[in-house]
T-cell receptor
Framework: DAGVTQSPTHLIKTRGQQVTLRCSPKSGHDTVSWYQQALGQGPQFIFQYYEEEERQRGNFPDRFSGHQYPNYSSELNVNALLLGDSALYLC?????????????FGNGTRLTVT | SQQGEEDPQALSIQEGENATMNCSYKTSINNLQWYRQNSGRGLVHLILIRSNEREKHSGRLRVTLDTSKKSSSLLITASRAADTASYFCATASNDYKLSFGAGTTVTVRA
């Protein structure tokens, strides 16, 4: 039973560029959340997708956008990259929408912006 | 901003000792969860305690919740080298997100 998979594992981009990160949820899960984790900090909620729609958004600018496909996989897009966007980006899935279920995390994508 | 605050920020103990870390939060919650993270990898769920529960056990883990003080504690008994990791508390309120604290880094010395 595959868990949450994320790609790529590492990425180096230049300031101003755009990036797309991908996530496949755990089998049987239909809800995907994205978190940003800066070095030495806890994960910060970016947004959650359920039934191909954004259900809730954290305190992140419009440069951060997402998408969920009919097979429940998801993408996180970040435009006009800033140095401060360097972080570990974590995807998590749950079988139901809402914050009341344990999250199953992938191993993340380490994004470095130079 | 972080909802939860873990204390201490870092903890170093000898193998076999117990490790205790605390979490305080600000707003009312539906449940509180604890996660472990090994060296920049994904987080692993450890235990969930609902707002109407006071204590919960899972193997060597014991979690308490005091909603009147808006605080929780995680106790790891008989620690092992494999318990070396960062531990995060996360709170769930009436929305779709979990709010994480900044974590406690635990080092277990052989």
């Amino acid at each position: 039973d595959a868990g949450v998979t994320q790609s790529p594992t590492h990425l180096i981009k230049t300031r101003g560029q755009q990036v797309t990160l991908r996530c496949s949820p755990k089998s049987g899960h239909d809800t995907v959340s994205w978190y940003q984790q800066a070095l030495g900090q806890g994960p910060q909620f970016i947004f959650q997708y359920y039934e191909e729609e954004e259900r809730q958004r954290g305190n992140f600018p419009d440069r951060f956008s997402g998408h969920q496909y009919p097979n429940y996989s998801s993408e996180l897009n970040v435009n006009a990259l800033l140095l401060g966007d360097s972080a570990l980006y974590l995807c998590a899935s749950t079988p139901v929408s809402g914050g009341n279920s344990p999250l199953h995390f992938g191993n993340g994508t380490r994004l470095t912006v130079t | 901003s972080q909802q939860g605050e873990e204390d201490p920020q870092a903890l170093s103990i000898q193998e076999g000792e117990n490790a205790t870390m605390n979490c305080s939060y600000k707003t009312s919650i539906n449940n509180l969860q604890w996660y472990r993270q090994n060296s920049g990898r994904g987080l692993v769920h450890l235990i969930l305690i609902r707002s109407n529960e006071r204590e919960k056990h899972s193997g060597r883990l014991r979690v308490t919740l005091d909603t009147s003080k808006k605080s929780s504690s995680l106790l790891i008994t008989a620690s092992r080298a494999a318990d070396t990791a960062s531990y995060f508390c996360a709170t769930a309120s009436n929305d779709y997100k979990l709010s994480f604290g900044a974590g406690t880094t635990v080092t277990v010395r052989a």
